[in-house]
């Protein structure tokens, strides 16, 4: 194998590897419960998305989840609530807690964003920020990558 092989090789890999370090990408392995139970009102987010204290939190007031009561049983709670607290974000970009716990109120989200005018969100296609799937193609696999993003009318 020549050298440049080698060197693009490992580029490649350390690109992956970083990827899943950082907690963007959702992990190979995610309970059943946290499909069904999460994802029948929103995409399953990766839960590299968010610090460990914002999961928390989210999972102690899901009888008031932003207007919506999503109670679970305590088993289920504490079934999601591990595998959460074990996968949450750690990285830089997510150490920082934000407001009211969402995803879209993070700096790293809103500076990503920025370019994205106020009147796309609120396209029935797209519903609002927090609809990361209609228009991130490969959101379900934790894949934000720009040049997948594809923006519906």
């Known amino acids: 194998m020549c ?6 090789f490992c580029a490649g890999w350390s690109g992956l590897v970083s990827a899943w370090a950082d907690g963007r990408l959702m992990p190979a392995q995610v309970p059943a419960v946290y499909k069904q139970e999460c994802a029948a009102c929103h995409m399953a987010y990766p839960p590299g998305l968010l610090p460990a204290a914002s999961w928390r939190r989210i999972l102690h007031g899901l009888d ?3 207007g919506s009561d999503a109670s679970m049983e305590p088993a289920q709670v504490q079934q999601i ?5 074990a996968n ?10 934000p407001a009211d716990d969402r995803i879209t109120r993070s ?5 990503k964003h920025r370019e994205v005018e106020s009147s ?6 797209i519903k609002s920020a927090a609809q990361c799937s209609a228009c991130h193609t490969q ?13 519906p009318r």
């Open 120 to 125: 796309v969100w609120k396209r029935a296609s």
């Open 3 to 8: 050298i440049k092989s080698v060197v693009l």
């Open 88 to 97: 949450a974000g750690t990285y830089k970009r997510v150490r920082e807690e």
């Open 107 to 111: 700096a790293w989200f809103v500076r």
């Open 139 to 151: 959101a379900d696999a934790g894949n934000f990558d720009e040049h997948q993003v594809r923006i």
């Open 81 to 85: 609530g591990a595998w959460l607290q």
């Open 64 to 66: 008031q989840h932003y």
